[in-house]
C-alpha cells in the first residue's frame, strides 16, 4: 500500500480508470526509477497492471494501459553474490583464527571482562 500512496495516488489517484492513459503510467513509474529505485519502479508497474488487469476485467476500463508500459524501464540489476563458508569445520578455523587476532591485538572493546 506504500507504494500506491507515495507515488501513485499523488501523481494519477483522481484518474478515473476509464479515462487512464499510458503515458499516466508512464509518469507513475518514470518518476521512481528516476530517483534510482529501478526493482521499486518495476515493482510499482506489476501493482499497476494488476490494478488495470482488474478494471479492464469488470469493464471499468478497456484497456490495460499499465500492460502496455512493459519494457519502458531499465532491466533491474542482478545481485552480486559473494563467496561464503558452509562447512562447519571451515567455519570453527575461522572463528579461532579471530578470536586469537582480537586477543592478541589488545583491543579494548574485547576484554577479558566481555567474555
Known amino acids: 500500500m506504500g507504494k500506491l500512496e ?3 495516488f499523488p ?5 478515473a480508470m ?3 492513459k499510458k503515458a499516466d503510467c508512464l509518469e507513475v513509474i518514470k518518476k521512481v526509477e528516476a530517483r534510482g529505485s529501478v526493482e521499486t519502479a518495476h515493482r510499482t508497474r506489476n501493482i499497476l497492471d494488476g490494478i488495470c488487469g482488474y478494471a479492464l ?9 499499465a ?3 512493459k519494457g519502458a ?3 533491474v540489476r542482478k545481485a552480486k553474490h559473494h563467496p561464503a563458508i558452509t562447512d562447519p569445520g571451515e567455519l570453527a578455523g575461522l572463528l579461532k583464527a579471530v578470536d586469537a587476532y ?3 591485538s589488545g583491543l579494548p572493546c574485547y576484554s577479558e571482562r566481555s567474555r
Open 18 to 20: 476509464s479515462q487512464l
Open 102 to 104: 582480537l586477543s592478541w
Open 73 to 75: 524501464l531499465a532491466p
Open 6 to 8: 507515495n507515488d501513485v
Open 11 to 15: 501523481v494519477i489517484g483522481s484518474i
Open 67 to 69: 500492460a502496455l508500459t
Open 57 to 65: 476485467s469488470n469493464e471499468f476500463a478497456e484497456t490495460n494501459v
